[in-house]
């Protein structure tokens, strides 16, 4: 018999709002593996000591989220390729001794738009310029996006990203600078909410964005995966517009991560079913 589990987790603050514990281990259950995700709340000036004891006590892995994408970095021992890019971790797997950062966030991203609209030959823009977005936003373009427009509030976050899409992929980088409510340009294929605005509790709270612009075909992404239906996908939809809520990236992000530390690749529908089981009354 075997007594010691398998330990993942995350690290952000807040993180009771976080739901990936309640997907991870279902999925685990499901897989009958003997392994745990621990939901941590940790704060920026704690950060250094929590991967330490990550490393010590031997977990396997473990997800950051806000605010430690890119705070988590310097406490690693390498990045892998699509981390290296983006310039945020939002997933930690353990390599003999090393501590290896992936982000996993715009490839989950990418597997819930791709069920809606094909990326190639898309213009899209992507509100905010934080560790969501820079994945989100890379991995648009890396899939052949035309142009990724970066709309946000800090000019030189906004800049440095869309630089970064120019030079490093196929894709033509734009910021945009974001001043009062935001109107969408006509011939846009594919706006992302990729900022904080929307998550619970906060859940009818709208990003600054002229909602008469919001005309289909648009198509309208919200990573908030709590709730899954924010104001602004519900403002989307009554428009008439195709809108993805977060669950299908947390969900991918997941699975993602999930076959990384165990080998497994898991059961999606699995992880799903789970969150809609918690929302159903949201």
């Known amino acids: 018999m075997h ?12 993180a009771d709002e976080n739901p990936t514990v309640a997907m991870m281990e279902a999925a ?14 940790v704060a920026p000036g704690d950060l250094a000591d929590a991967v330490a004891g990550a490393r010590a006590m031997g977990w396997v892995g473990f997800n950051c989220s806000i605010p430690h994408k890119l705070a988590v970095i310097p406490h690693l021992d390498r990045l892998a390729p699509s981390a290296q890019i983006i310039g945020a971790v939002n997933c930690v797997v ?3 001794h090393d ?56 000019p030189e976050p906004g800049r440095e990203l869309a630089e970064l899409i120019s030079a490093r992929t196929s894709a033509t980088g734009r910021q945009a600078p974001w001043q009062g409510a935001w109107a969408v340009p006509s011939g846009l294929d594919l706006l992302v909410n990729a900022t904080q605005v929307g998550l ?36 989307a939809r009554s428009r008439g517009l195709t809108a993805l809520d977060g669950l299908g990236m947390l969900v991918n992000q997941g699975a993602v991560a999930v076959q990384l530390w165990t080998g497994v690749d898991p059961d999606r529908t699995v992880m799903r079913d789970r969150l809609a089981a918690i929302f159903a009354d949201r």
């Open 28 to 41: 685990y259950a499901h897989h009958g593996l003997n392994a745990r995700y621990l939901n941590c709340e």
């Open 94 to 96: 353990r390599d003999g």
């Open 200 to 235: 619970y509790p906060g859940g009818a709270d709208l990003p600054a964005v002229d909602l008469d612009t919001l005309r289909p075909p648009l198509v309208v992404a919200d990573v908030i995966p709590n709730p899954p239906t924010t104001a602004l996908v519900a403002a």
């Open 99 to 154: 501590l290896v950062g992936h982000n996993t966030d715009g490839q989950g991203f990418l597997e819930s738009v791709r069920t809606v609209i094909d990326p190639a030959g898309a213009r899209v823009a992507v509100l905010g310029a934080g560790g969501a977005a820079r994945a989100i936003a890379v991995e648009l373009a890396l899939a052949g996006a035309a142009e990724v427009v970066v709309v946000s509030r800090r």
């Open 3 to 14: 007594f010691l589990s398998t330990i993942t987790g995350s690290f952000a603050q807040p």
